[in-house]
Every structure is written in structure tokens, then in C-alpha cells.
């Protein structure tokens, strides 16, 4: 059988060795080569002066909740949830996407306990189907104070998406609500009353049995192990902090909020992850560490898009433009760095062997970043 092919010229193709103005040539969906021409040949696509990227990869996006609860009190069909979720990260630039999914309680009046399956099945039904344009893949955020973490994690064991889990530990006072003034001040932003702020506050601290956080984290541990998955350390605050997670075998520091641990972290060989909204806004929305000084310390590995899929692009040429990085090292963040943090070996870079997971990103007159068309193993999808 003859060999599918596809040759697309760009004046701006991000490679591992950095910016080549040639021909990316495309076979049965992977880079076959990158071939440096002055010029587009007549039988190739020309995307001019439009960047050829890397498909973005994302290990963090609570983007699903919001789809399958669009509202405070109003569920959406979870399958059409799912096909939103995954067309707006589509669009996004993203091509392989780790939904991340909270094991605790609730938010925004949404019972994630509820939720956790309807949208896990979904996504499933909604893959075999292939009616995603993205590669969806399972992060299970793990709330170690949650006397039901196991019984919530143990059932999606042998979900072949399953690829990340993360331990973490959402107690105010202490990692990403340490400073208890602030969160009050988001609370009464967000519209919550005095009585309903107490009633969190002592809710949350009634929660936190030493004996179940311990007992749970050790279980999660154990259980990456065995099933040999990636573990995250999440909202990391203090050295001692990052000293268990590199013990537990955390391979990345997902969100630590001190700039003191972000350095530690990466002094254990653990990849430092940080949302792309703290780096587009200039800073965290709970006050803690912001991703542009972990950039400027040189403490910043990978960029996730959190809560906003827009961002990772954003921020990656923001790091072109506005701190100097090269555009194979910004795009790094948002692409190989983290398909290597989480053990894929497959995606990430435009270079021969690659799947061809590529996006054409046209800069506009205000500098935004636009992805103009979004392939995947190469095929266009968005």
C-alpha cells in the first residue's frame, strides 16, 4: 500500500534545534523529516510566514467540570460535555489532552463524587466513537483527606486512558490556601457569605484526619507503583514538602507555591509545572507563586493550561517575547517537556519519528498567538 504523504512549507518551523524555514514531510501520520528549503515546491502546503508548532500537550485542565456543569446547579449531557471540552482544547492548539479529575467533594456546587463517572464514561464512549479531535487521556487528582479517595480511585484502575495521578491536599492554612486572609477575600469576591465562609473553613479542617491524609497518600503511592503510572506533587510549599514527594517518586511538581520549593523540586530531577493563566495574568489567583518568576529563576519546566485551554499558547510566546527565550525552549513548556514528564516518547517535537501533531500559529496585530489549523497524526482536525 502506497504511503500516505503530506509536505507543508513553513518560513518558521520550531524544531528540537530551533526556528527552520523548510518543508516538514509528513508520512502515515508521522514526521518523516524536516527538510530546509528557501521556498515552498509547488506540491507542498505553504503556510507562508505562519509558525509550525508542536501540537500542544496539556497534563492539567479541569476544562470538563465547567462543560459538564456550565452552570452552578445545571448538569449538561456529559457526552455532549465532553465533545465541547474537547473542541474548545482542539481549537486551543492542544492535541493530546490529560483531563484532570478531582476524588473530593465538591465545587461550585457541582458533586464531583457524582460527576466522577458520568464524565470519565463519556469521554470513553466518546473516544470509541472517534468523535474527539484531540487525544484524551485520565489524570485523577487524588485529595488525600477524602475518607473515599480509594473507593473513588480504585474502579478507573484498568482505564487504559489512565496515564497521571497526583497527590494533594487542599486543607486551608497550609500549601495553596496558607495565606487564610487571602482565601477569605476570594470567598467574599466569589459571593459567599460569612456564615457559609466558617461553614467551609470548619467543614474542610473537620475533614483533615493526620491518620486518613497519611494512610491515603501512602495507598496512592503504592498504587502508581503498581500500575506503573506518573506521579504529581501538587501546591508544594516547603522544602520538607518537596522532600516527600521526591521520596513518594514524584517526577513532577505540579504548582508548587513557593519559589523555594519550585527550586528544590527541580534539584530532585522533578519537572516544574505551573498554569498558563498565573503566567498570561502576571500572577496566582490564590496569591501564591507566580509562573513568571519561576520563569525568571529558570524554575519553570512545563506550562499547563489549568482552566483556560488559550493560555498555553499564549504563555509560551510570551516567553518569546517578553523574557527572551529561544522558541524551541518556550515551546518546550507547553509541549515536549511535558509528553516526557508523563513518559510518552512519541509526540512533542517536529522531528522525524514524531507523531505529527502539528498547529499553524498566525501572530496578529496584537501579538496574540492564533492557532490557525491543528493536525493530528497527520490529519487536520480544527
Partial sequence: MARQETRIFSENIVTPGGLVRGEVVVQDGQVAAVEPRAEAPAAALDWG???LIPGLIDIHTDNLEKHYQPRPGALWDAYGAAMAHDGQCATAG?????????????????????????????MDAADADRALRAEHLLHLRCEVTNPELLSLLEPHADNPRLKLLSVMD???GQRQTANTERFHQRMVAAGRSQDEIDEMLARRHAGRDPSVAYSNRRSVVGFAREYGLPLAAHDDESLEHV????DDGCVIAEFPVTLKAAEAARGYGMAVAMGGPNFVRGGSHSGNLSAREAAEAGALDIIASDYVPLSML???????????????????TVSVNAARSVGLT????????QLADMVRVRRGAAGWPAPAEVWRRGLRVA
Fill in 49 to 51: 510566514a505562519d509558525w
Fill in 314 to 332: 499564549r504563555s509560551a510566546f510570551m516567553l518569546i517575547d517578553d523574557l527572551g527565550w529561544t522558541p524551541e525552549r518556550a515551546l518546550a
Fill in 94 to 122: 492542544i492535541t493530546t489532552v490529560f483531563d484532570s479529575l478531582s476524588l473530593h467533594g465538591s465545587k461550585d456546587g457541582l458533586n464531583r463524587k457524582d460527576a466522577l463517572g458520568p464524565m470519565i464514561a463519556a
Fill in 346 to 353: 512519541d509526540r512533542g517535537e517536529i522531528a522525524p519519528g
Fill in 170 to 172: 487542599h486543607t486551608p
Fill in 243 to 246: 522532600e516527600e514527594a521526591h
